[in-house]
Structure formats: C-alpha cells, structure tokens
C-alpha cells in the first residue's frame, strides 16, 4: 500500500517536471549584468565627473583667493552650483566606499549649522572632522559662506572666512579622492556581490535607491512645505537656501535616480536597470507605472520660476501636487519593485510569514 | 538548541532585537511581559545555554527542562516581531520535555545515580513527540493547499528567482517550471511524509527524502538552524533498536534491549485527559482561521501558531500621520523614528501590530508641544491615522489601511479585521 503511494508520489513529480518543461520560458536576467553596467557606465563616470568638477572648484577658488574679483567670485559659484548638481548623481551610492568614508554625509548634508560656521570662523582654528562640525561642512556650508549679504565683503576681507571655505573645499575633495580611489578596487566586490541577502551589493543599491527617493521627499521638499510640522512651512529647512538652487537640485536628484532606475549611463546610453530586471520578471505594467510617474513628476516642475522660498507662499498647491507624486512613486519602487527583487531587508530567520 | 542560542549570541541578535527596540510588540493576552533592562537581556540567554547543556547531557534533567522552557518562551513573547513557526515548534516540545523522563537511561543522572534507571518509557512518550512532528509536516503541508501556492508557484518563484547568480543551479532557478515542481514536491512532501515515515518499509527511503528536502531548503532560504532540528527530530521515527545501535556506538557499552512496552502509569486518567487536551488544541488551533472572514493572507486572522511556513512574501509600505483633534492639523511621521527596521518592515503587513503602533505612537504623542517657528502647538488626543500599501506574492500593491480611519479606537483584538480594505485578487 505504502510503496503504492511512494510510486505515485514520485511519478507525480516525475511527470509536473516533464509538462511545466513545455512551457519553459526564456526569460533569463542576470544581475551581475546589471552590477557590471551600474558600476562601468554609470557609478564610476559618475564619481569621476565629480571628482573633475571638485578639482576645478578647488582650483578657480585658489584662483579667486590669490587675486579677488567679482567675476573670478561667479566663477566660484558657477562652479559650486556645478559641483552641487552633480553631486545629486553621487549621493545614492551609499555602501561600500561611500559608506565607510561618510562620503554622504560630510559633503551633502543640511541644512548647514551658520552659529557654529560663524563661530568657527571667528575662532580661526577649528577641526572639520569632528561630530560638532558635521553641520558646518559640504555644499551647505558654501551655500551660507558664498550667498549670504555681504559674502563678497566678508569673503575678501577676512583671511580667516575666506580660508574656512578653502577647508571645507579641500576636505570635499580629499572625501572625494578617498571613494573614487576606494572604488577601483571596490568594483570586483560590487560586480561579484549579487545575493539576496541583505549585505549583498544589489540589496544595498536597491534599498539606498530607495532610500535616496524618500529622502528627496521627505527633506528637500515635504519639510518645508510642513508636511511633518502639522501644516506649518519651515523654510529654515530648505536646502541651499542661501542661493535659492532648492528646486534645481531637487530636480536634477529625482531625474539621476530615474535614470538609475533605467539603468542609463553617464553617457547617455541605456543600459542594464532595474526597468530591465521588472520585464525579465514580467513585470511589464509595473514598469510602465514606474516609468510614466517619473516622467509626471518631471512635468510637475513646470509652474514653478522662482526659488522655493517663494513658491511655498505663491505656489504651495503645485508643490502639494509635486510632493503626492514623489510619495505616489515610493509604493511602487518600495514595495513593488523591491518585493518582486525578492530582496531581504534583514539578515535574521525569517519563515516568510 | 545550544547552537541555537550560541549562534544568536554570536550574531549579535540578543543586542538587535532585544536591547535596541524601544518597543516592544507582545501577543495578545502576554501584554505582562516585559524584557529586562539593557544588557541584562543577555541573562535569559546565558540560562537557555546552560540549561541546554545540561539537558543535552541529562545533567539535573528536570530542572534544566524548566529553565530550558521558561527562558525560551519568555524570549519569544516579548516581540512578535520575531515569531517563528519553528521557535513555536521548539517551545512545545520543551513543554512536552517537562513531563516527559528522557533522562532515565542515557544521562548523567541516571549514571550519578541521581535518578532510578529505567529502561522502558510508556508508549505515550513517543507517541506524542512524533504526533507533535507529524502535526508540523501535516499542518504545513495543508496550509499549501492555496492557490497562490499551487497555481502561481508564489512565493516560490519570487524566492528562487532571487539566486539566479548561483553557479550551475542559478540559471534553472529562474524558470518558471522549477517554482511549480518546487512548491508541488513540498506540498506532497509535507502532506505525505509522515505516512512513510511511520511504515517501517518504507522509513529508510522517507528519511532520506527529509534530509534532502530539508539541506535544499537550508540552502536556498534563510531559516536558520530549523532544517536540522527537523532532521534530527525526524529520528524520533526509528524504532528503538536503531536508537539503542546509535547508543551503543556512542558509549561503547553492551545494552540491554529497550522496548516500548506500556508501564502502568500512577495515574492514567490524568495523564490520557492531558494528552486529549494537548492534541485537540494541537489539532484545533491551525483551523481557527475558518472562524473569519476574508482573505487570510490579507488579514493574517488566525495566520500565526498553525505552521504556515514560506507561504507569503509580504511587503508594505506605509505612512502614518497626526491628526490634532482639535485644530485637524496633521502631519506626517518620519518613517522609522521608533521601530527598528525589523519591526518596521514586520508591522506594515500585520494587522495587530498596526494597531500596536498607533498605540505607541498615540502616548508618544498625546500631550506633546511642538515649537515651530517658535510658536508653540499642543497635540491634545490626536488621531493616529495610516495609508498602507501591502503587495502579496507578486500581486501590484494594493491599499491595506486607508487614510481617514483613527487607528486608536480600534480595539487590537480576536474579531475579523474589518477596518481593513478588502482584498482584491
């Protein structure tokens, strides 16, 4: 009776395994594809086009400090704007090398601590590394240092103000030297590292494009707008507001993780995303929600001509609208998209229920 | 079990799950249990090793089942954010272990003389161990007879998928086919093995169907230690000569033969009374989900204690907000200012623990004064209200909790879920 069903048992498997073979679908995705694409075409000509823009930076300000001009001090913004802007195409990448040298941090955080800048420049020594300065370094910093009154004037006046903005450039720099030197030997690591498990590199990436995405809705826009303040604006979190660059900034955020998400180059060229992952998956009309939201929320900018600041009072409905885009997209790259990867957001045991 | 708990020490666990946690998610009816302060936390632990190791030896055996009992249950309660069909497994066979005298013949014990040597044990001792064995496979074997599982191969398919990097077998992993031979060897596996494991024919085969079932599913999905207690305890099938040759090649000393006859009992009636109630409740408690309503993936109404194992791949995201009662100004929490990730991740898709949170965030924030832009703003009884997108085993996302609903007054307890939107296949 018992070798009855044993044999029935087996032939049972025996013959789903023989008729699920004809209807064996190609639909082969490899993920180490997708790492070997992220890390040549868009991670490290990322980082690089940074390193080259903080390099000049560095040098048109050395420039400006030897012989001051008003024209030489654009020029020193024009190219912090530049550096600021290609920044948000770094940021994202927050494991391995960005991660252990606190690249993130130290060059995007804000809003900037101006009491503690000012009372580091008036002290004239000061340690930047230290955990009381992490709010009085970066582009923020600048952002306060270069666009408040009277920066001209105060910038060509006192050697100590004008050296204070040479350290936080050259700290940028050498921040950047240590991630982009540290992914030369990084990239195998990265390419190799395509489990599901929580420390592998593809989780990491997917959960930090995640978590970048968020961190775009909830600091650069839904704070001001006083969407975790009970409704009450608070233009004192607004990033870059010295110069007002908020909406150019968080434009040129939200378009660098589109692209991420499609897997598209520094040059352009689309290549191995997560857009590609979805359809290896059949996951078509997912992707397309995806694809059409970020393309919604890029159209969504277009009432907007002034500094954030100002459209918060003139303007706050377009911003409303603006921010249920970036949240409408969460549900589907979070939980869609992230649960359809099978990704593990933990290392513990976990019986799936 | 020492492994276990080494292996939970060693990974840091007790620190992540018990100590960092500000709150705490206890089961319904165990609100009473608290954990202990800081690294006093590691204490439970350090008991449930050394009571692990004198029960493994049979060293003050009674004793050590206690503590082995007390101190293990006690640390899953604190959280469900933790729960684990096969930690529940192991708490019923440790209540099972009080009773049952595993230290007669083999033990320290019984060699110091600290206990009568005994070579018999009654019928019913090994019979209830391998009803509670049978009972895991049978209940988990049932609970895939869903159509998620039969018909979509989900959440297999999302699972294997995931290893396509894997040499040689990464590439079969991701076919469509693998996903169905997978979850329909399972289902079969764990409905029929223990029909096979109780012929003494077909045993030997059976048994090595468990080890190779349970080494694949060690490989491919994180469950821990649970594939091995299952194949050790898989051995309670044998007869007792088997048991009796492993002895002897353990301590090299000549036995006597064992044998399973039945010792009359001091008090039968109790002892069959306790077995009834042990096993009806055991039989009773997976089928409690027939009690409600709905989708029982969706609602998870009657999910827990019935060995529903890797049968969802749950994944949510949601926002809570504020509301003042008063002004109804609200806002939005930042994701992740009170749970650890762990928790947060597990309390998205549970329902109860949904509702635990809005508790937790209600005493946080009652009574609370804001500053903003230097005015001050009293939240006074405010509403705790939540919007929460839930996808379930490859489904689009679909709405779990709607904006508008006052998660405080719901009352966190054993009727249907209907503040929960309905669920669309």
């Not at chain 1, 009372?119 to 910093?141: E, Q």
């Not at chain 2, 099938?237 to 301590?251: D, G, Y």
């Not at chain 2, 006052?406 to 669920?423: G, H, P, Q, S």
């Amino acid at each position: 009776m018992n070798r009855i069903i044993f044999g029935i048992l087996i032939g049972t498997i025996v013959f789903i395994t023989a008729c699920d073979k004809n209807r064996n679908n190609k639909n082969d995705f490899d993920k180490a594809a997708l790492l070997q694409n992220f890390a040549d075409n868009i991670i490290q000509p990322r980082y690089a086009d940074f390193k080259t823009k903080i390099d000049s930076f560095e040098i048109l300000f050395t420039s400006f400090q030897s012989n001051p001009s008003e024209a030489k001090f654009e020029n020193v913004k024009t190219q912090w704007k530049v550096c600021y802007l290609s920044f948000q195409g770094v940021k994202t990448f927050d494991f391995g090398p960005s991660m252990n040298t606190g690249f993130k941090g130290a060059i995007g955080t804000f809003p900037t601590d101006t009491t503690q800048i000012s009372s580091n420049i008036a002290a004239g020594t000061y340690n930047l590394a230290t955990a009381t300065n992490a709010d009085a370094v970066g582009l923020a910093a600048l952002d306060f240092l270069f666009y408040q009154t009277d920066a001209y004037l105060k910038i060509t006046t006192s050697q100590f103000y004008s050296q204070y903005c040479l350290d936080v450039i050259q700290k940028m720099k050498a921040e950047t030297d240590a991630v982009v030197n540290a992914w030369t030997t990084f990239k195998s690591t990265f390419i190799a590292s395509t489990g599901n498990e929580s420390t592998s590199m593809f989780s990491m990436l997917v959960n930090d494009f995640c978590q970048d995405w968020e961190e775009a809705k909830a600091a650069k826009l839904g704070i001001p707008l006083g969407k975790y303040s009970l409704g009450i604006q608070r233009p004192e979190y607004i990033e870059a507001r010295y110069s007002g660059y908020s909406l150019p900034i968080l434009k040129a955020s939200l378009k660098s993780i589109a692209e991420i998400y499609s897997g598209i180059g520094f040059n352009g060229q689309d290549g191995v995303g997560f857009d590609d992952y979805l359809i290896g998956l059949k996951k078509e009309n997912l992707n397309t929600s995806i694809k059409s939201t970020f393309q919604t929320i890029d159209g969504l900018f277009s009432p907007f001509n002034s500094t954030l600041e100002i459209e918060l009072t003139q303007n706050q409905t377009a911003l409303e609208n603006l921010f249920n885009a970036i949240s409408e997209q969460v549900i589907f790259i979070k939980t869609d998209m992230t649960a359809s990867f099978g990704i593990l957001i933990t290392y513990q045991d976990n019986d799936g229920d | 079990m020492l492994i276990g708990t080494s292996r939970f020490i060693l990974n840091g666990w007790v620190q992540k799950l018990y100590i960092e946690p500000t709150f705490f998610f206890p089961f319904l009816g165990f609100e009473w249990v608290k954990p202990l302060p800081g690294n006093w936390m590691f204490l439970p632990f350090v008991l449930l090793f050394v009571s692990a190791l004198f029960f493994m030896f049979g060293f003050f055996y009674r004793i050590a089942s206690v503590v082995l009992f007390l101190s293990f249950t006690y640390i899953e309660l604190l959280d469900k954010t933790n729960y684990l069909n096969h930690y529940y497994f192991v708490s019923l066979v440790a209540f099972l272990m009080l009773f049952l005298p595993a230290n007669r013949y083999c033990s320290l014990d019984a060699q110091l003389n600290l206990t009568p040597k005994h070579l018999l044990v009654s019928k019913w001792n090994i019979g209830i161990l391998k009803f509670q064995l049978g009972i895991v496979y049978v209940f988990a074997g049932i609970a895939k007879l869903n159509s998620d599982w039969l018909f979509d191969a989900n959440p297999l398919k999302i699972w294997l998928q995931a290893h396509h990097h894997l040499p040689l077998v990464g590439k079969f992993l991701q076919q469509e086919w693998l996903a169905f031979v997978f979850s329909w060897t399972g289902c079969i596996y764990d409905l029929f093995i223990v029909i096979f494991l109780f012929n003494k024919h077909t045993r030997p085969f059976a048994y090595i169907f468990v080890v190779i079932f349970h080494l694949v599913t060690w490989y491919l999905f994180p469950i821990g230690v649970f594939p091995w207690v299952m194949i050790f305890s898989t051995l309670i099938f044998f007869s007792p000569n088997f048991h009796e040759r492993i002895l002897q090649f353990i301590t090299k000393e000549k036995m006597q033969t064992l044998s399973q006859k039945t010792l009359p009992t001091f008090n039968k009636k109790i002892v069959s009374s306790a077995l009834i109630l042990f096993v009806s409740f055991q039989i009773l408690v997976p089928f409690r989900y027939l009690a409600y309503d709905g989708d029982l993936f969706w609602h998870e109404q009657g999910f827990r204690f019935s060995w529903r194992v890797m049968l969802m791949h749950k994944e949510g995201y949601g926002r809570f907000f504020v509301v003042d009662s008063k002004t109804k100004r609200e806002m939005e929490l930042p994701q992740q200012q009170f749970l650890t990730p762990i928790q947060l991740d597990q309390m998205l898709t549970q329902p109860d623990m949904i509702l635990q949170y809005a508790q937790i965030l209600y005493k946080e924030y009652n009574g609370k004064t804001f500053y903003v832009a230097g005015l001050p703003l009293k939240i006074h009884k405010p509403e705790i209200q939540a919007e929460i997108y839930v996808t379930l085993n490859g489904r689009p996302s679909q709405l779990f909790v709607r904006k508008g609903k006052n998660l405080v007054t719901i009352k966190n307890d054993l009727k249907n879920r209907t503040w929960l939107e309905d669920f669309k296949k």
